[in-house]
């Protein structure tokens, strides 16, 4: 399960954006001339001031609009009615409003012409306008008919999406279930119809997703933008390009280590499924993953094993427990709302309406309402979920503060965020810490490669799943304009090279397996967040376990360490309002690379070659 957040940003990529005027001070005039000259005109306000003016005006419709905005989008992801129009009809006008703001062409028209005098503005000021110029480019009003059709087409995919019927041998079964029966089923032909079900609804998406590129590429070339990957990209200073060379260099970073894991995957669930013949390529349904994008279920790491404990103490235990953990970093207590406005745990089964099972963290008004959206239950899962979902939360209440304003409270890039509720995952999965809230007993002994090789098919695997086929495949789908005709074989022809996996049928265009990947249809062209993120992650882990706990980074406890909750907060304050690449120099002391994620599996690296001595390798 990868998690999603919805900040500040999140809903400018969702088609949010709408009308405003533009601010401008008149100049006064003096009302009593000296008898003998003529008035003098009072100057004209400063560049500086005038920005300041437009930003004041700007961001108290923009904060109103995209709180209007959340709440449909609230209301849309937590009460599907099959037939029910009524939620993506109010979304769609939230969401209309907001594009007709953003978008203005007198926005856009006073935005270009505050930029052009960049020189005689606050660092801080620039900051904001370009946030505003970047939010105009997803819904540009010179194109409001092509906007327009495409929030329609958004909210449309939406519903498609979470109001799909999983069927498993004839009985609706919900995401959640299918994952269950990846990770427990043992034989290979239940596993691929269970794999089989959770790619049907690929082709109900199909129709949508063509024209949701259409639509998503032409309202960006409005402002400029080639294509949509690129305007993604853009946000984090950097060309499409040189996005793509990030991730390919962090890939071929951690290619020798995922060889390694891919040799061990065959073999050891060849065996576990008793097939003779070992295959060159993992077939998609051996993995315990719908998308094979974390292998860790095939590791049950004696002694560490909680699942039993955490279904004993229940969903809502995990939720507060996680609270727990960043208030002994020093952070504050959740607000109230937090708990009366959030969906927390799965539907009765009664409901008589459906909710969107992916976990996410919204900031619904850019100020302290914030919620989460989830279907907690007790398993290592969802409380390693629940870990991960409160840190977009408390990265949310930490950069709402007066030093940051309205526009620029999001992460310091998309990946911060989710480095921030990766590194609380990984951190509340490490024994000592485990150990510390008796969910372990201390002197158990746990086998450490053991536990390595699980986080390996975890964080290792997801790499080239993230900054690989997805990252590639989007490129190719809005950039190369991807032809309908190969848009399931591109897709599996990445899979196969980056992954090494390969569907255990063959599938035709009939399919669309990417589609069944929720943010290829609604979180659109920047899946890298997420790899970048665990790269960000596992550099911020090794600075504080090396550095400030002085403790093995494979067997930390953050709990109750002030200067740990120090350290991240001073990263979380600034929120947008500082370059990501100097957050991250400043506090850690390098640049974006692989390497700490590199030496923190490196002791895997001899077991594993060990394990695959005499065997085959494909990759």
């Known amino acids: 399960m990868k998690k999603t957040l919805l900040s500040g940003l999140a809903f400018a990529a969702l088609g949010t954006g709408v009308w405003s005027c533009a601010t401008t001070s008149k100049a006064p005039v003096a009302t009593t001339p000296a008898p003998t000259e003529t008035a003098p005109v009072a100057a004209a306000p400063s560049w500086s001031q005038q920005a300041d003016d437009f930003l004041k005006s700007y961001s108290a419709e923009y904060q109103r609009l995209y709180t209007a905005s959340a709440e449909a989008e609230w209301r849309s992801n937590t009460h599907i009615v099959a037939g029910d129009t009524a939620n ?19 926005n856009i028209k006073r935005l270009r012409e ?25 819904s540009p009003q010179t194109i409001a008919e ?10 449309a995919q939406t519903e498609k999406l979470y109001g799909f019927d999983y069927k498993y041998q004839g009985k609706s079964v919900t995401t959640n279930d299918l994952d269950e029966l990846l990770r427990k089923e043992k034989n290979p032909a239940k596993r691929q119809q269970i794999w089989e079900a959770s790619k049907a609804i690929g082709p109900t998406l199909k ?32 060309t499409r390009e040189e996005m793509m060379a990030l991730v390919r260099k962090i890939n071929d970073e951690l290619r020798p280590l995922y060889r390694e894991l891919h040799t061990y995957a065959r073999y050891e669930l060849a065996k576990k499924y008793n097939v003779k013949q070992v295959p060159d390529y993992l077939p998609a349904s051996w993995l315990p993953n719908r998308w094979g994008q974390d292998w860790s279920a095939m590791v049950d790491v004696k002694g560490l094993n909680i699942d039993p404990i955490l279904a004993k103490k229940g969903a809502e235990w995990q939720v507060k427990q996680a609270e727990r953990f960043y208030q ?37 008004d850019l100020d302290h309402d914030v919620r989460s959206l989830m279907s907690v239950e007790g398993n290592t899962e969802w409380y390693e979920t629940t870990h991960h979902e409160l840190g977009h939360i408390y990265y949310y209440l930490t950069y709402t503060n007066p030093e940051v304003p309205v526009l620029l409270r999001g992460g310091a890039n998309r990946a911060y965020h989710e480095a921030m509720g990766s590194l609380m ?29 699980k986080e390996a098919l975890n964080y290792a695997v997801f790499i080239p799943f993230a900054s690989g086929v997805m990252s590639e495949w989007e490129n190719s789908f809005y950039a190369d304009k991807l032809p309908a005709d190969q848009l399931n074989a591109r897709w599996w022809a990445l899979a196969k090279q980056y992954q090494g996996i390969v569907p255990p049928t063959t599938r035709g265009e009939q399919y669309l397996d990417p589609a069944t990947k929720t943010h290829i249809n609604d979180d659109p062209a920047q899946y890298y ?12 882990h090794d600075h ?12 930390t406890n953050y709990y109750g360490s002030k200067e740990v909750g120090q350290f991240l907060a001073d990263i979380m304050r600034p929120g947008a309002s500082k370059d990501w690449r100097t957050v991250l120099k400043e506090k850690t002391g390098e640049d974006l690379s692989a390497r700490a994620m590199v030496d923190y599996f490196q002791p895997l690296m001899a077991y594993l070659k060990q394990q695959n001595k005499g065997r085959k390798y494909t990759m």
């Not at 109010?90 to 209309?96: C, I, K, L, P």
């Not at 092509?146 to 909210?155: D, G, L, M, S």
């Not at 949508?208 to 080639?226: E, F, I, K, M, S």
């Open 146 to 155: 092509v906007v327009k059709r495409r929030i329609k087409a958004e909210a």
């Open 425 to 453: 995952g990984l951190a509340a999965t490490q024994k000592p810490f485990l150990a510390g809230l008796n969910l372990v007993d201390p002197k158990t002994q746990t086998d450490q490669t053991q536990t390595l090789l």
């Open 529 to 540: 967040d997420y790899a970048l993120s665990y790269v960000i992650l596992f550099q911020l």
């Open 114 to 138: 505050l930029l052009d005098h960049k020189a005689d503005l606050s660092e801080l000021q620039v900051k904001q306008l370009q946030t505003a110029l970047y939010n105009a480019a997803n």
């Open 328 to 364: 002994s970093l020093g952070f504050p207590a959740l607000p109230a709302s937090f708990y009366e406005k959030s969906s927390l745990y799965p539907l009765p089964k009664d409901a008589g309406y459906k909710k969107n099972n992916h976990a996410s963290a919204w900031h619904m």
């Open 207 to 238: 129709d949508g997703l063509l024209n949701l590129r259409d639509l998503r590429n032409q309202t960006v070339q409005a402002l400029g933008y080639p294509d949509y990957f690129t305007y993604q990209a853009s946000d984090y200073g950097m």
């Open 88 to 106: 993506s009809g109010a979304t769609t006008r939230a969401n209309e409003r907001m594009a007709a703001f953003t978008g203005s062409a007198e």
């Open 544 to 555: 504080m376990a090396k550095k400030i706990l002085k403790q093995d980074p494979h067997a």
